[in-house]
């Protein structure tokens, strides 16, 4: 298995930028495709980013395309999440999470992904 741990959250006005990361322990980093979530206060967890490996592809969230970039380092067992021109509606508990290579083709699920971090809060103010 593999424990993910967040980083990097905290408060910063709308048109701010902030870097999530997310450094996973355990078992190779490189047998697993990880993915990040968010949840707002009242909302269910949603899809933001997932990396598929080894090819690195990434896909987004409409909501986040064109402003949220995620990046992997296998060297250092780490993802990243840098956000950009961030908005009030980004506001949210951002998760990590990880899924073995292969299986489902569903990546945007969070029944899809075993693991997953504590969480981390970013706040947009306003």
């Known amino acids: 298995q593999v424990q993910p741990v967040e980083s990097g959250g905290g408060l910063v006005q709308a048109g701010g930028s902030l870097r999530l990361s997310c450094a996973a322990s355990?078992?190779?980093?490189?047998?697993?495709?990880m993915a990040w979530f968010r949840q707002a206060p009242g909302k269910e967890r949603e899809f933001v980013a997932v990396?598929?490996?080894?090819?690195?592809?990434?896909d987004y969230a409409d909501s986040v395309k064109g402003r949220f970039t995620m990046s992997r380092d296998n060297a250092k067992s780490t993802v990243y999440l840098q956000m950009n021109s961030l908005k009030p509606e980004d506001t949210a508990v951002y998760y990590c999470?990880?899924?073995?290579?292969?299986?489902?083709?569903?990546?945007?699920?969070?029944?899809?992904?075993?693991?997953w971090g504590q969480g981390t809060q970013v706040t947009v103010s306003s």
């Open positions: 990396m598929w490996w080894p090819s690195g592809t990434t």
């Open positions: 355990g078992r190779t980093f490189s047998y697993f495709t």
């Open positions: 999470a990880a899924r073995l290579l292969g299986g489902s083709n569903n990546f945007y699920s969070t029944s899809e992904y075993s693991y």
